[in-house]
């Protein structure tokens, strides 16, 4: 299943509006009082107290919903009661039945956030308001309000997770409920909830309700093919009928020879899984093998160890094909030990084998928690499958904090919704699971993100690895740090865990509107001096003194860094702002300084334009030395200012510059190389070698003598040939050190030719 783009979360929150369209002929029945005492039925392990606050809740919830009808012709109250049914099974508590009472009144019927707390309590009122939708709140584009009505849905379950119970219950009875709707609301409905709502179910580990969605979705957006699969199984169930029996007689008969007491079910796959093993391995109906299966179940942890035995003495194991998730749970909590047998008619079966607790936590995940917390002999379980998906919740919270973009935020959701997952360790054993496809950068900020924004190099099993490594289960994986690293925006194109993603992005936008301000201030003191003045100081803490706010009010900005960012980066020009903060200096009697403005100045016949900006090498993302001249220290240099792009940095003689140059003559800037650089710089030469055995490391030996580095080698895709064109990036300290490396390589007998490349 592909990672859904934001076109398939349209309509993510809003289709049920359509169901309560009253038919001409809908006729007011009994059934919501029928379904009322059906759900009190469940409610058998709730106090009476809290009974009668559901009770409550029921009425309000009827009298909210007086009127409406669904499709069907059903008075509209039959889906609350229907959905506080589904979280009953889950034994939530009564706020949590209420809230599903009440989850559609803030949203259709006009009752306030105010009335709810009144009436019923904040905590109950919080869970119906996190399943409202924004409908009320304007935005830019219909897209945009969906992942905003998504992104406070996940943020509301991120603070209480019965949100999201909630809510999937919801879906589950509304995908139950569809036969009413227009075909093409059905398919749409089912791609949303197969893209988003079964992921999310599978990643809190309700495993059931995620395999009833991916069914009922399945059957919506593919009929014929979901009949067609249908009828294929019961053909199959029928023709292995016998060979399912003759396989329990025989796991029963073992287990009792054995004396381990132990349940023993049969299991079918789902058509949709069935389906989709067809589609990602290419199979047939026929070639699917291990349509069937069996659970067993046992009392205590040690006896699904000794049933593995038991079994593995009755059949023969497949190779490879064991998986121990007791002592490796999953990541939502999931556990079980899986085997796969060749049965006596050389079939594969697989068991899955684990405790009455397990069993819980694997078909209800997260909602175990409130189904076991009262009973010792499940609450290890349930309180591991709370733990982990409130780890889960918790990176939600963390990514909003380092995304305000609500499609973004979105988008690095998704990436963690997918299932499968790897398991690696740390140097000190301990366990983490990230998604399939992982690598070290994923694994640091999994730690922690100082981690992740220190990390240089990493090792896997004691062995140093390339940081884009994917990483696989059983890894050991230890990470190099140096505190002066910084995330490497190369590391997008890789890392595949939404809180890797979403914190790489937060740092190097930060990194970079600091880097600009830095830039800015410069230009703007520099632009000023050619003025004759020099910056006035920065504001105190916490306040803005009369000339700056003169000065905002006139720019449009709201803070003196917003400026300074926006000079820049290119989108104010420095020189034009110098005026108007001159002008309004003049106006507060500060007089231009003789001194400063001949510091400010550059010669008798050039303006005193934006002064002189210098280059050191420690600008960072606001300043770009261009890729088609790559300029060295020792270089004729000029700047361009891009409106929004930041400084880039071309030589004087770069024909791309100078055509930048005819076409935008205001955004040049003067610039030059500050008297000692702070790092090395990178040019690339060209050279014509004659072709020969160990050529390569003979260049490579000449480049390191001259004490330079090869950063990249280009051989191009020519056939070999007596002769050949080499192409190096090189990184030198400036033009005299590239002149040194050049003359050392002209010393090789091999090298026939060596020039600078320019554009």
Same mark, same amino acid.
């Given at each position: ?18 169901? !309560? ?5 809908? #006729? ?7 379904? @009322? ?7 058998? =392990?709730?106090?009476?107290?809290? %009974? ?6 029921? /009425? ?8 409406? @009808? /669904? ?39 006009? %009752? ?25 709140? &304007? ?57 988003? $709502? ?33 009828? *294929? ?5 029928? +023709? ?10 025989? #796991? ?5 020879? *054995?004396?381990?007491?132990?349940? #023993? ?9 069935? =389906? ?55 990541? +939502?909590? $999931? ?36 189904? $076991? ?25 963390? %990514? &909003? ?21 790897? =398991?690696? @360790? ?18 640091? =900020? ?49 890392? !595949? ?31 000023? !001096? ?59 009697? #500060? ?9 400010? !100045? ?34 004729? %240099?000029?700047? $361009? ?91 030198? /300290?400036?033009?005299?050190?590239? *002149? ?20």
């Amino acid at each position: 299943m592909g990672i859904p783009t934001i076109e398939t979360v349209k309509e993510a929150l809003t289709f049920k509006a359509s169901w !309560r369209r009253p038919p001409a002929d809908a #006729v007011p029945t009994d059934a919501a009082a029928a379904s @009322f005492d059906a759900l009190t039925n469940k409610l058998d =392990y709730l106090d009476p107290a809290d %009974i009668r606050r559901v009770r409550d809740a029921y /009425r309000f919830a009827d009298e909210a919903h007086l009127g409406q @009808f /669904r499709v069907s012709g059903e008075p509209y109250i039959t889906h609350p009661i229907a959905v506080a049914g589904l979280c009953a099974e889950w034994k939530l508590d009564a706020q949590a039945i209420m809230a599903a009472l009440m989850h559609d009144a803030m949203e259709d019927c006009g %009752i306030t956030k105010a009335e709810l707390i009144e009436r019923f309590g904040a905590p109950t009122a919080e869970l119906v308001d996190g399943l409202t939708k924004l409908d009320k709140l &304007q935005f830019s584009t219909r897209e945009e309000s969906q992942a905003e009505s998504f992104r406070k849905m996940l943020l509301a379950m991120a603070r209480d997770v019965r949100v999201i119970l909630i809510k999937l219950a919801d879906r589950l009875h509304n995908m139950r409920t569809m036969e009413a709707m227009a075909a093409d609301k059905r398919a749409r409905i089912a791609r949303e909830t197969l893209d988003i $709502y079964a992921p999310i179910a599978h990643r809190l580990g309700l495993n059931q309700t995620y395999r009833q969605l991916q069914e009922l979705s399945f059957q919506h957006l593919s009929p014929w093919r979901h009949t067609t699969l249908s009828k *294929a199984l019961l053909k199959a169930r029928g +023709n292995r009928r016998d060979v399912v029996e003759r396989i329990q007689r025989d #796991v029963e008969k073992s287990f009792a020879q *054995a004396k381990l007491k132990v349940q #023993v079910f049969g299991r079918e796959k789902t058509l949709f899984s069935i =389906y989709r093993k067809m589609l990602e391995k290419h199979l047939s109906f026929a070639q699917v093998s291990d349509i069937f299966g069996f659970r067993i179940v046992v009392s205590t942890l040690p006896e699904c160890y000794l049933a593995l035995g038991v079994l593995h003495q009755l059949y023969k194991p497949l190779p490879g094909r064991f998986k121990d998730y007791i002592a490796i749970p999953k990541a +939502n909590g $999931y556990q079980s030990l899986h085997t796969t047998l060749v049965s006596p008619l050389g079939t594969a079966v697989e068991f899955q084998i684990r405790t009455e607790p397990m069993h819980a936590v694997a078909e209800k995940g997260i909602a175990a928690h409130w189904m $076991y917390k009262t009973k010792h002999s499940g609450q290890t379980n349930a309180q591991e499958a709370q733990r982990l998906g409130a780890m889960w919740l918790q990176s939600l919270i963390d %990514i &909003q904090d380092e995304t305000r973009d609500a499609t973004e935020f979105l988008e690095h959701v998704k990436i963690d919704l997918f299932p499968d997952a790897v =398991y690696v @360790f740390t140097p000190k054993s301990k366990i983490l699971a990230l998604p399939r496809g992982a690598t070290p950068v994923d694994f640091a =900020y999994a730690i922690h993100s100082d981690v992740g924004d220190h990390c240089v190099a990493a090792k896997i099993n004691g062995e140093p690895v390339a940081l884009r490594t994917e990483l696989r289960s059983g890894d050991v994986v230890d990470i190099v740090i140096a505190p002066g690293a910084r995330p490497n925006p190369g590391w997008l194109n890789f890392v !595949r865990t939404g809180r890797a993603r979403s914190k790489i992005r937060h740092h190097l936008k930060t990194m970079e509107q600091e880097e600009s301000q830095d830039l800015g201030s410069k230009m703007l003191a520099q632009a000023l !001096r050619a003025e004759g003045m020099e910056m006035p100081p920065d504001d105190a803490a916490g306040t803005i003194s009369p000339l700056w706010a003169s000065m905002l009010r006139w720019s449009g900005n709201r803070t003196r860094d917003e400026l300074l960012t926006d000079i820049g980066v290119g989108r104010k020009i420095a020189s034009i702002v110098a005026k108007r903060l001159s002008r309004l200096l003049t106006e507060r009697g #500060v007089r231009p300084d003789a001194v400063t403005l001949t510091l400010g !100045r550059y010669g008798a016949d050039e303006a005193p334009s934006q002064g002189m900006v210098l280059i050191d090498g420690s600008e960072g993302a606001s300043v770009q030395l261009a890729t088609c001249c790559r300029p060295i220290p020792g270089d004729s %240099i000029l700047g $361009y200012l891009g409106r929004g792009e930041g400084l880039q940095i071309h030589t004087a003689e770069c024909s791309v510059g100078k055509r930048l140059l005819g076409r935008d003559s205001e955004g040049w800037l003067k610039v030059d190389w500050a008297e000692q650089p702070t790092r090395s710089f990178e040019t690339g030469v060209s050279l014509l070698l004659r072709n020969g055995k160990g050529i390569l490391a003979e260049v490579a030996t000449s480049v390191a003598a001259a004490e330079a580095d090869i950063t990249h080698i280009d051989m191009g895709e020519q056939a070999a040939a007596e002769l050949a064109e080499l192409k190096l990036l090189l990184a030198v /300290r400036d033009r005299l050190h590239l *002149a040194d490396v050049i003359r050392t390589l002209k010393r090789s007998p091999a090298v026939l030719r060596i020039n600078r490349i320019k554009p």
